[in-house]
């Protein structure tokens, strides 16, 4: 892969070289294949000048890489305003955890996958009504690209026009200011408050499920489709939560999860429902 991407830029050498999708059990790959060892190599010998990673996981999985891979250069992850206090996500956990190893960050989803820049009516009306000519997109990748130790922010275009409403607002990059950043807080609660299910990711539910499902990731996907009207993503999101685990329709309803669960949420039932919706 490295060879390929090499003679395709044509360029001699990378500058910054990245080990792809780390986190959950996908970690253990890279220790068993010796992966750290080749990425070092492969600066050692000038083919590529900084060496990093990706990673979707929690904010303590990245601190324990970054502890035991000092090594490493740079990091790459999720992070957007949407985010930032999320349990599943650990948008800020995570840039917290980077901030103290001393590691520049990649943004990426800083846009949540385009629903930052298609929200609720409600959200979108906060936005337009703090400033009506500019992009609900430019909010969410200036609030990214506005955190310290931040490298670039990867935001997906999929028209000329968004390219040309990235370059608008990057080109001369302003950082948010407190005004704007206080309508981004209410942007932000107003998410919160929309009706989802109210997992706090504890995970006490994973532990007795019989049938290994990663219940607060099959809920975050689910979220995804509550709070924005995204069911495409959604079951992007439900494939991966269920790609190495039990699907929602594994459910046995044994009762394990409920039992345990602090918010008591009715997760039998939301099982039954994310299979007949994502499935």
């Excluded at 990731?217 to 269920?242: E, H, M, P």
Aim: aromatic share 8%; proline share 4%; with cysteine.
């Amino acid at each position: 892969m490295f060879q390929t991407s090499l003679a395709r830029t044509g360029a001699g050498y990378i500058d910054f070289y990245l080990l792809h999708n780390l986190g959950n059990s996908r970690t253990q790959c890279f220790d068993n294949y010796e992966m750290w060892d080749y990425a070092r190599e492969l600066k050692e010998k000038d083919r590529v000048r900084h060496i990093g990673f990706s990673i979707h996981d929690k904010a303590d999985a990245l601190d324990k890489i970054l502890t035991e891979h000092p090594e490493m250069e740079f990091v790459q992850f999720q992070l957007n305003y949407a985010d930032w206090e999320s349990s599943t996500i650990q948008a800020r956990k995570c840039y917290e955890v980077a901030q103290k190893h001393n590691k520049p960050i990649i943004v990426m989803e800083p846009v949540k996958g385009g629903n930052l820049a298609n929200p609720p009516e409600s959200i979108r009306k906060i936005f337009e009504d703090a400033n009506p000519h500019v992009s609900l997109a430019s909010w969410a990748i200036r609030y990214a690209a506005s955190l310290d130790n931040i490298i670039t922010v990867l935001s997906g275009m999929s028209t000329i026009d968004q390219v040309r409403d990235n370059v608008s607002f990057m080109e001369n990059f302003k950082p948010i200011n407190k005004d704007e950043l206080a309508v981004i807080e209410k942007a932000r609660k107003a998410i919160s408050e929309i009706p989802s299910i109210s997992c706090t990711a504890c995970e006490y539910c994973v532990k007795g499920c019989p049938q290994n499902i990663a219940i607060p990731n099959v809920f975050a996907a689910y979220n995804r489709k509550l709070i924005y009207n995204d069911l495409v993503l959604a079951k992007g999101n439900y494939g991966l939560a269920t790609r190495t685990s039990g699907k929602a329709s594994d459910c046995v309803a044994c009762g394990n999860c409920e039992r345990v669960c602090p918010q008591h949420i009715g997760i039998i039932e939301n099982m039954k429902t994310i299979a007949q919706e994502l499935e």
